[in-house]
């Protein structure tokens, strides 16, 4: 199993700032999750973040938006940056070694004015 | 895209009853996993289920998958306060790689 410390766990920003959630892992691991769970919806992949290597985005979501870094097996970041109030959400950040189990942080709640 | 749709989206019963919740979803799967939101925190696996078994169970939670039909359907028995949550389900498709898809979720109240 893992344990996953994100950080922070919730935060009201103003438009147009960036705000970066850290995800800690008492482990390493190879593969790094990073969701969006927008209100009252199901989550979004939004990248996978492998040490090492630039980040994976899926479509709808691009780099410049959301910027990660992945600088060892235990730990990643992700900006989210010149916010705007569509970007309110629930933003989880998961690791799992395989498909079959994934282990998710306790989430950052981002309300942005 | 392979999101799954769960049903209901809401579902509210008393303490002691059986809830069913439901996941359709679009493509094949390699298995179908069910997790649990606990007030928009993060989610917690429940049980996971392969594409070539047709029921599990785990304590109190019973998992069927219809690959024919595409759905799966997660009954809690003996249902209690604690089990509020919203439910998902998850599904890892054939083609590789460590991508889950999530469905769209059942919030189950369990009323006192």
């Known amino acids: 199993s893992a344990v996953i410390s994100q950080k922070p766990s919730r935060d009201i920003c103003q438009r147009g700032t960036s705000l970066t959630i850290q995800c800690q892992v008492d482990s390493q691991v190879t593969m790094m999750f990073w969701y969006r769970q927008q209100p009252g919806q199901s989550l979004t992949l939004i990248a996978t973040?492998?040490?090492?290597?630039?980040?994976?985005?899926e479509s709808g979501f691009v780099i410049d938006k959301f910027p990660i870094s992945r600088p060892n097996l235990t730990f990643s970041t992700l900006t989210v940056s010149n916010m705007s109030p569509e970007d309110s959400s629930i933003y989880l950040c998961?690791?799992?070694?395989?498909?079959?189990?994934?282990?998710f942080g306790s989430g950052t709640q981002l309300s942005v004015l | 895209s392979q999101q799954g749709e769960e049903d209901p989206q809401a579902l509210s019963i008393q303490e002691g009853e059986n809830a069913t919740m439901n996941c359709s979803y679009k493509t094949s799967i390699n298995n179908l996993q069910w997790y649990r939101q606990n007030s928009g925190r993060g989610l917690v696996h429940l049980i996971l289920i392969r594409s070539n078994e047709r029921e599990k169970h785990s304590g109190r939670l019973r998992v069927t998958l219809d690959t024919s039909k595409k759905s799966s359907s997660l009954l809690i028995t003996a249902s209690r306060a604690a089990d509020t949550a919203s439910y998902f389900c998850?599904?890892?498709?054939?083609?590789?790689?460590?991508?889950?898809?999530f469905g769209t979720g059942t919030q189950l109240k369990v009323e006192l």
């Open positions: 998850a599904t890892a498709g054939t083609g590789g790689g460590n991508k889950l898809t």
């Open positions: 998961s690791v799992g070694e395989s498909r079959e189990k994934l282990f």
């Open positions: 973040a492998n040490q090492g290597s630039e980040a994976t985005y």
